[in-house]
């Protein structure tokens, strides 16, 4: 392995005694204040991570409106695709299914899910359709075997389009299970928009999302929650950008669209990928409202995907675009007598969602986005002064675009401004202290996508990668009065359907699975505190001199100083901490740590907590704790005061 701390290192001066060093928390010296939404999730649907993955919907092409039809369906027997007198006019497609007297084949249509069918042996899924036609259906689910496993008929009554609902309970359990559908009664039905969900969604809600991943998402305690993504809000082509007003209203009536991770990595293609939009801006809002996370949608500014080609909206074209930002606003916060308002009431939320602030444009650059971002800035100040704006910084933490960007982004005057960083373990170790001298006057920052990639592991989301995170974490922290917004990035990957790696979660289709930097994201969101409190070793301030990194804040909410260090060094280090300043009296601490011996270490499915935190030893004496940070580990003290 490289060496991993290149230049920092002077010793830490003044506060080795021969064990011990002592770090200084000075709790009468608050540096920063801590935003209560500091640390957050960044949701895009990439790796499956929307349809296939947080989505609970288990069909893949529910409405047949793939560019194929027949994507996702294997049919046999006469089944034809039409589109004539649709049920939903913007997804117009559907099946007829027709059985003739004396068919040797019988006529029907397996789906196979997204890379199968979870199948939980005795759970309660909820399948509906909506049929043309009186008939007899049977509804099967079918193992990987091909063997039946629970199955139910169904009658459909005839007439015009109809919606159709059943329970289906599987008898076997099988991640790579299939939904069967047969035409039982001879003539012709029409279905169309078939869809599966387990009952047990995340609230129990209908449309609702897979229960064990909305859950990990709720663990982390997300005070932001950025989507819809990143590179899927611009498209690759204008045409195919990210459209929030298609993603609201009636399920059934959402347009489909393609996702830009289909073919975006040839070595890595999944014509089959496509956003159904059933988790939509509207249902990306009840979850942020579940969490208690602001939401942070992120809008097209008229550019496309800038790495993919330079389609641009002219300026004198850009209203409708503008119109989009103003309009979301208006669905969010709107009175119900709106429009948009009163849609949002009529999905069933007439309270506002309380929106605090918007992204326009993800990774933009050059000189075509300053002029663009200025008309939407313009627009919304004028009509709702009170929202933030966030603007971009590009797509890489330096370099050309980067230091063209900043200042425009003053210039322009928003509020906060996007960084994104995907670099080594050794860059987040060398810059823990990134945004010590940042200009405070100006905007903000939002460290809106970082993760720290392995390149010699093919970006695995080992150890060494969540150490260096959450070292480099506490030069967010130091620095919160400028840094007010932080989320790691992507969040969700599909192991059987990645296009990037490494990801925060990983899911198959019956399990989820935590990986070491998810856990560095839930110590921070649980333990953010609200100011944050001077921390030094005699001169250092602990930004990686001898592998050690170390941040404090004061939770003056919850009665509590946190104070954060990372041991990135093979030694085990013993750390007093005195809790300098007046007029607290410390009643009692804890410590949790994340640690592992090998760096490369990893979770799996078969040890999914072989890098999990653990419950450590302290000792409290007054105002003095004193910890052992073993080699390699991320610990978080939490010291209780009266
Ligand atoms: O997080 C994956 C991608 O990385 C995002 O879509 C994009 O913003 C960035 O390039």
Redesign the pocket.
Known sequence: MKRLLPLLLTALVGCNNAQTVTITVDTAQKIAEIQPNMYGI?F?D?NFGADGGLYGELVKNRSFDFPHPQTGWTMFGDVKIASASPAFPRNPNYATLTLAPGSLTGTGMDNAGFKGIGLKEGETYNLSFWAKGAGTLKMDFVDADNDLCGGKEIQTDGGEWKQYRMEMTPERTDAHGRLRINLLSEGTLCLDHISLFPAKTWKGRENGMREALASALNDLNPGVFRFP??????GTTLGTRYQWKNSVGQVENRPLNINR?NYTFRHKFFPDYFQSYGLGFYEYFLLCEDFGADALPVLSCGIACQ?ENDQCVEPAHLQPYIDDALDLIEFANGATGTKWGGLRAQMGHPEPFGLKMIGIG??QWGEVYPPRLEMFVRAIRAKYPEILIVGSSG?SADGEQFEYLWPEMRRIGVDLVDE?Y?KSPEWFLANAGRYDNYDRNGPKVFA??Y?SHHAESGKANNFLSALSEAAFMTGLERNADVVHLATY??LFAHVDAWQ?RPDLIWFDNMQRLLTPNYYVQQLYGHHAGTHALKTSCGTSDLKGEEGIYASSAVDENKSVVIIKIANVSDKTRNFGIELAGEGKKYVSAEVVVLQHDDLMAVNTFENPLNVAPQEGKVTLKGNKATIEALNNSFNVLIVKYE
Not at 229 to 234: A, L
């Open positions: 960044f895009e990439i993504g990143g590179c899927i809000v611009e991770w790495f993800n990774e797509p994104h995907y809106g996508e993760a990035a992507p990037w």
